[in-house]
């Protein structure tokens, strides 16, 4: 591999196997040299499977007498800490038992001008992402801000059924809002909790996840955008559908978010 080949990028990390470090969104990662350069191996061959004979022989030599098995797995345990992978549900490195490993994320390569494996994306073929990073501290904050809002509208809501009725029927809204009401509480619920929990706990994959749970939150959060009419008797219509217009943008100020933090596909 030329040297121009020699800068990964995968998620949030981006690996010089010239100078041997690996970054998590810009800031240097402490990786030891053997686990570094098994990942090394691993991204040279995203996608294929690297053989234990194969990695035995880069790292320690045929004439090498050490316990390989051992060093191997300590060595293979460390990347998957420090990537926040792990064996059961991998979202790197993949366990092909008694043969060896497969990295299993798309890949990016600085300057190659062609995918190197079949699991790589070329950097010159890859559409460049153009928000900036952001610090994961202030992203998780944000993040977790909107999850603690929205769930404080379906608690409020479930706690006033009986209320929204009311407030519908003065606005000369269509019936049956109660009851969507609730059922979208019931559904979003969940959806806020894993979000505020994946927020609270640094969720590595998020920026994977996201774009799938996107289209669903969008739906949600559109119905509930709308709940500021019900209350127009008492703000006025300005002033209803100014609130309406801002949640409206929450949504996708959630996936900005999601993308400065964790990076991940465009939605």
């Not at 109660?178 to 894993?194: F, K, N, Q, V, W």
């Not at 969008?218 to 949640?247: E, N, Q, S, V």
Request: hydrophobic letters at 50%; glycine letters at 8%.
């Amino acid at each position: 591999m030329s040297p121009a080949k020699k800068v990964f990028r995968f998620g949030a990390y981006e690996t010089d196997a010239v100078t041997g470090e690996l970054r998590k969104q810009g800031a240097r990662v402490r990786l030891q040299e053997q686990p570094f350069q098994v990942l090394v191996m691993l991204l040279e061959r995203a996608g294929e499977l690297v053989t234990r004979e194969e990695i035995r022989e880069r790292l320690w030599g045929a004439e090498t007498f050490v316990d390989f098995d051992h060093s191997l797995n300590t060595a293979i345990n460390k990347l998957r800490e420090t990537l926040n992978d792990s064996a059961a549900e991998p979202r790197y490195i993949e366990t092909l038992a008694r043969r060896g490993y497969r990295f299993i994320a798309a890949v990016e390569t600085a300057g190659a001008e062609e995918p190197a494996t079949a699991g790589e994306v070329s950097a010159s073929n890859a559409s460049p992402d153009p928000l900036p990073r952001a610090p994961r501290g202030a992203v998780r904050f944000l993040l977790g801000l909107i999850q603690v809002m929205y769930l404080s509208f379906y608690v409020a809501a479930l706690a006033k059924l009986g209320a929204i009725g009311a407030m519908a029927e003065a606005a000369r809204l269509p019936g049956g809002l109660p009851e969507l009401a609730a059922a979208t509480a019931a559904l979003g619920i969940p959806l806020r909790l894993y979000l505020l929990s994946a927020a609270a706990f640094d969720y590595g994959g998020l920026g994977e996840k996201f774009p799938k749970l996107f289209p669903y939150l969008f739906a949600l959060d559109l119905l509930w955008a709308l709940a500021p009419f019900l209350l127009m008797g008492k703000i006025g219509f300005g002033l209803a559908f100014a609130a309406t217009a801002a949640l409206l943008y929450v949504p996708f100020s959630q996936r900005t978010l999601v993308r400065m933090g964790y990076g991940g596909s465009k939605t």
